[in-house]
């Protein structure tokens, strides 16, 4: 069989799949009922209604035994390891790593702020209860902070894979290619929103980044934008702000043989370090998934080897209007401060939630603590079954704790929730249930009577009146 | 052959009984010029270009000329565009983009699907948006699970030329359909999950359980089950799937379908507008209409057949000038309606009469050409255009907007300083009268060409199909 044909019947509609599949359906009597009916439109909808009967059940089965699926999937029969699931461990155990580090943190910027919580209102204490609670840090990290703080590249590439469903597709190779569909919208996209902007960006990139290692690591605005101008996003965030570039390193004085930025141009600076900063906290997000998508696009002479080469810039992902959650960033600090100034608001010298959440708060706290405990009922079902995962393990200290159980629980309930069968794939089942080399099983044949009672029923319904009459 | 010359006899016969049922004169016939550029946009959406022109006039083969626009790429284009506004619009909304839709349209008339095929797929599709076409026909109409309102009034306005908008809140005031034929159609979509994956990602499924359940409409007292507005009831819970068989096998589809090929090329539906079927709105030549509803059922929905059908009939090759403007003849089609160009027929023969896909690039030209649709749209962005793809802004006011910004972008052509003749063949498709040579010939001492061109493109002449 050639590729393209292979490919033409991976890609063909269901109801051909049906036609192809009726055709082969030897003998007379029944079978010969049963290929009728499937090639007959009414048959069609007949059909389907078996189908989704059938992908219906593989889905509940699926969710029935998918933590023990998981533990089965990864871990052999002495619960050791499977090879091909190594990658996997790595990345948990990476995962419990930054959130220790990030507990840390987060527990010296609660120590620090907890004492200016006043118990009153009485809302106030209940905040700082959790706060301060080992396990109110946990599930506040687990159900917020963790993907404020840019953890949850899962969730980054969820964000970002509509995105590049819309513009790609997978070629024979599995290499991700320009849809043909999008080819021209992508060009004028690229000639409208593009055209000479990337060798403009480049160009400023380049001499800010020289600029960049002259200015003077002061520890203040300086040391920003230091920071700043090493990233070609600065440069893009300064292009769009400000025609005129070339004046750049003339807002800069020479002082103990390194620049600083001259006094007349901290507000412009300023301006600039809030756009640019914002982005590259965006970029900094966005990098790991962006990148893994960059090396999938095949890298050919035409316009899916110009749009990878465009996507590799990291200014260019901030500028793919991607909905990301609104203060997230890479560092834990950032986060926090950002998720408690939505939270908190300063009176008095001190920090109370702020008074616009007032009749909301109850609510809110109400469903923190139903999330709490669905968080540790799956938890417990995760530990159960983690069990099995041998001594020596590196991994198990993972499954062990409730941050991983936790994890692995929301890991499953993302698979489960992600359990599709196509129509195709729910044909190949509907097969497999009914027919034996061809042949209907005998174990099917009321299966078949009925399939057939539908499709004259619904042949019987087609004959009702012109509308239009 | 002989089939052909059956339906070519079928649509004159038809309306030269009716022309003298009514005591109306038909048009003459067009002149080549006037056929070729008629016949040009609307089948391709761009005017001839200069060759083009002059190759016909030296052979006008009006059947051949027919033939080859049909098989060219820029008929599928052509209609995928046109078919995405109407069923579509514009502006991308609820998770879904037109451009993949448009694409799959023009798949399905690059290969000449049967209509009756595209709509059944386009009503069962499902899947991710990031995927398919269809899906985004679906998902546009469809904002969330178990809000199918919009979604059932556009199929019936779409494939049925029915508007059952009225009796969403109450009985058709006017018409047959109660606000229960309403619910019952939107019911057909009750099994139909518009799962939210993430920011711009859904998925269309169907649910076998949600399809068995109740279906009580928010804006409706009482739960109700599907009912195709024929009667017709689901026997299964594929229900989209019974729908579309319920919908492409009705007679009233072949008549909204062939209908809605009518109106193109004439300006007006046989039932106009084309999605206002019903007894206060009777057809202006009824037994063209069944004739050519007929035509469609025996061609098995072959688009491209029954619009030769229409494109090879007396009638449409009519010439559009009239000397009276008596109404009524154009309601019986005894001469060519004057059309406004479409945005799309519009920017794309500006293009071509500067020659500027040439001069720019592909990418270049498509980014102009999308500068000129977003002006020229604007307004109409979000708007249902179901029924009509004409624009209704001042063309005058337009056209002097446009050729301020086609100052900026002049193309080879005008490089090229052409003569006169040149000029009205690359703009308006046809040679100069003795007079209207004269009349440049004098301007022309004291301006410049690329005023005849820029006054030619401004033109009323221009801006019709006529």
């Known amino acids: 069989m050639t590729l393209l044909l292979a490919l033409a019947i991976l890609t063909q509609d269901v109801n051909s799949k049906i036609d192809e599949f009726a055709k082969t359906i030897p003998g007379d009597g029944l079978a010969a009922r049963v290929r009728e009916t499937l090639l007959s439109p009414a048959g069609k909808p007949a059909i389907k209604e078996q189908i989704g009967a059938l992908t219906g059940e593989a889905r509940a089965n699926a969710a029935k035994t998918a933590v023990p699926d998981y533990f089965k999937e990864h871990f052999d029969d002495e619960g050791r390891l499977r090879e091909g699931s190594k990658a996997h461990a790595e990345e948990l155990l990476r995962e419990l790593a930054t959130f220790e580090s990030d507990r840390k943190e987060m527990r010296a910027l609660v120590d620090a702020i907890a004492d200016k919580i006043p118990d009153e209102p009485a809302y106030n204490a209940q905040v700082k209860k959790i706060l301060k609670d080992e396990n109110g840090q946990l599930i506040l990290y687990a159900t917020q902070l963790r993907v404020l703080a840019g953890r949850d590249e899962a969730r980054i590439e969820r964000i970002i894979k509509p995105l590049m469903d819309l513009i790609f597709e997978a070629d024979a190779d599995g290499r991700l290619v320009v849809r043909e569909a999008m080819k021209e919208k992508i060009e004028q996209s690229l000639e409208e929103r593009y055209g000479d902007k990337v060798d403009r960006v480049e160009k400023l990139a380049k001499s800010l980044a020289a600029l960049a290692e002259k200015i003077k690591d002061d520890g203040g605005l300086n040391s920003r934008l230091r920071k700043a101008f090493a990233s070609s996003v600065t440069a893009a965030a300064i292009l769009e702000m400000k025609e005129d570039v070339d004046g750049v390193d003339d807002a800069f004085v020479e002082r103990d043989g390194k620049l600083v930025i001259g006094d007349e141009h901290v507000e412009t600076a300023e301006k600039i370090l809030a756009k640019a900063e914002e982005q590259i906290r965006t970029a900094g997000l966005v990098r790991g998934p962006m990148l893994r998508y960059v090396a999938r696009i095949k890298d050919d002479e035409g316009l899916t080897g110009r749009l990878r080469k465009l996507l590799s810039y990291e200014w260019v992902w901030t500028r793919l209007d991607l909905k990301l959650p609104a203060g997230a960033s890479t560092s834990f600090k950032e986060a926090f401060d950002a998720w408690f100034r939505t939270v908190f608001e300063e009176k008095d010298g001190g920090w109370t939630v702020k008074e616009a959440h007032a009749d909301k708060i109850e609510d809110g706290l109400k469903k923190f603590r139903r999330e709490a405990q669905n968080i540790k009922r799956g938890a417990d079902v995760i530990a159960r079954d983690a069990k099995r995962v041998a001594e020596g393990e590196p991994v198990r200290v993972f499954y062990g704790c409730l941050y991983g159980q936790a994890r692995t629980a929301e890991i499953i309930k993302a698979k489960v929730e992600g359990f599709s069968m196509t129509d195709a794939q729910g044909l190949d089942l509907w097969i497999a249930k009914h027919f034996d080399n061809g042949a209907i099983r005998s174990s099917s044949e009321a299966a078949m009577e009925a399939l057939i009672r539908k499709a004259d029923e619904i042949k019987k319904q087609l004959e009702k009146d012109d509308i239009g009459k | ?466």
């Open chain 2, 1 to 466: 052959m002989i089939i052909l010359l059956l339906a070519l006899a079928q649509i004159d016969p038809i309306l030269d009984e009716v022309w003298k049922e009514k005591g109306v004169a038909p048009a003459a016939r067009s002149s080549d010029a006037e056929f070729l550029r008629r016949v040009t946009l609307d089948l391709t959406g761009v005017i001839p270009t200069e060759d083009e022109v002059r190759a016909f006039l030296e052979k006008p083969d009006r059947a051949k000329k027919i033939d080859g626009l049909l098989a060219s790429p820029r008929y599928a284009i052509f209609m995928g565009e046109t078919f995405a506004t109407s069923l579509y619009g514009y502006q991308a909304a609820f998770e879904t983009m037109r451009e993949p839709l448009e694409y799959w349209l023009r798949q399905q008339f690059e290969k000449n699907a049967p209509y009756d095929a595209t709509v059944r797929a386009l009503l069962t599709a499902s899947g991710p948006n990031g995927g398919g076409g269809p899906v985004h026909f679906i998902g546009r109409f469809y904002p969330q699970t178990g809000a199918p309102e919009d979604l059932a009034a556009k199929v019936s306005r779409s494939f049925l030329g029915i508007r059952l908008n009225c009796a969403r809140c109450h009985d058709h005031p006017f018409e047959k359909w109660s606000q229960e034929d309403f619910y019952q159609l939107a019911a057909f979509f009750k099994g139909t999950d518009r799962k939210y994956i993430t920011q711009g990602a859904i998925e269309i499924v169907d649910d076998v359980e949600r399809a068995k359940a109740r279906w009580k409409p928010r804006d409706y007292e009482k739960a109700v089950k599907p009912r195709f507005l024929s009667g017709a009831e689901p026997q299964t819970a594929a229900l989209r799937e019974e729908l579309a068989l319920f919908v492409a096998a009705n007679r009233q589809f072949a008549r909204a379908f062939a209908n809605r090929l009518w109106y193109p090329f004439f300006g007006r539906g046989i039932v106009h507008p084309i999605d206002n079927f019903g007894k206060k709105n009777p057809p202006s030549v009824p037994k063209l209409l069944e004739w050519l509803t007929d035509e469609a059922i025996r061609l098995k929905f072959d688009v491209k057949a029954l619009i030769r059908t229409i494109v090879t009939s007396r009638a449409y090759q009519l010439t559009s000038v009239r000397e009276s403007a008596d109404p009524e003849r154009g309601r019986v089609f005894a001469h060519q309606a004057v059309r406004a160009l479409t945005p799309e027929q519009t920017a794309d023969s500006m293009l071509r009469a500067l020659q500027l896909e040439e001069a720019v690039g592909g990418a270049k030209a498509g980014s102009i050409r999308a500068k000129f649709l977003q002006f020229l749209v604007r307004n109409m962005l979000d708007q249902d255009l179901t029924s009509v793809f004409e624009y209704r802004e001042s063309v005058q006011d337009i056209m002097t907007k446009m050729t301020i910004e086609l100052r900026e972008v002049r193309g080879k052509f005008l490089a090229e300083k052409p003569s006169v003749e040149r000029v009205y063949l690359a703009v308006l498709s046809r040679r100069p009268s003795a007079g209207e040579r004269a009349a440049c010939d004098k301007f022309l001492k004291r301006g410049t060409m690329e005023e005849v061109f820029i006054t030619l493109l401004n033109s009323h002449e221009f801006a019709f199909n006529h």
